[in-house]
């Protein structure tokens, strides 16, 4: 079965503390992993999408990589504003169709 | 601002009621998804239409249907509601909706069933 684990469940970083958050993923043919982050009381908004294994994309203080079976998001010096809750994605087919999987999320808390 | 219009932001109703949420797509996409978010089960896909026709579905219970109308906007009815269906409903966009490409997602509508 299709699965998408996310850890830790929640942070708590002091401003400039440095972290990476993990989606640990099984799936059968992966079509793409994606990052989300989500502030409370709105919709999820995207980051990043990486497709293959040791691809790297990065965008202000966060970096997210993948390899055969997780995708990390790194998150560099990070500001009081960096706090949402991270949501990563996979993408799979059912059938003739392509739909997103969500993980549970990550939700990041930064301390100034 | 996703672009991705969803009315009402909020709905109270009762149990055994029916509600319809109601989302316009950015403009130019043709695709729309809508997913349901509770604090137990996380963000769960529902069902996607795509230019008026309905292209995949997901944990979408029997009570609920939804439709895309030739305008692109869409609906999703929910009917003899239970306790348990109180969430966060999030409409999505995208291009094409063929995958690998990123969806906007609008603000949600927050239903409570009392």
């Known amino acids: 079965e299709d699965q998408v684990t996310q850890s830790p469940e929640a942070l708590r970083l002091q401003e400039g503390e440095s972290s990476s958050l993990n989606c640990s993923y099984t799936v059968s043919g992966l079509r793409g992993l994606f990052w989300y982050r989500q502030d409370p009381g709105k919709g999820p908004e995207f980051l990043f999408t990486?497709?293959?294994a040791g691809e790297e994309k990065e965008k202000e203080r966060l970096k997210a990589t993948l390899t055969k079976k997780e995708s990390f998001l790194h998150i560099t010096a990070p500001k009081p504003e960096d706090s949402a809750t991270y949501l990563c994605a996979v993408q799979i087919t059912r059938g003739s169709a392509r739909q997103l999987t969500f993980g549970s999320g990550t939700q990041l808390t930064v301390l100034p | 601002d996703s672009g991705v219009t969803q009315t009402p932001k909020h709905l109270i109703t009762a149990t055994g009621q029916r509600v319809t949420l109601r989302c316009s797509p950015r403009?130019?996409?043709?695709?729309v998804y809508w997913y349901q978010q509770s604090l137990d089960q996380g963000l769960q896909f529902l069902i996607q239409?795509?230019?008026?026709?309905?292209?995949a579905k997901g944990n979408i219970l029997e009570r609920f249907s939804a439709q895309q109308f030739p305008d692109l906007h869409s609906e999703l009815n929910l009917s003899s509601l239970e306790l348990g269906d109180s969430a966060l409903y999030f409409c999505?966009?995208?291009?094409?909706?063929?995958?690998?490409?990123?969806?906007?997602f609008g603000s949600g509508t927050q239903l409570s069933v009392l």
């Open positions: 403009s130019g996409d043709l695709s």
């Open positions: 999505a966009s995208s291009t094409t909706g063929t995958g690998g490409e990123k969806l906007f």
């Open positions: 990486l497709y293959s």
């Open positions: 239409y795509y230019n008026g026709e309905e292209r």
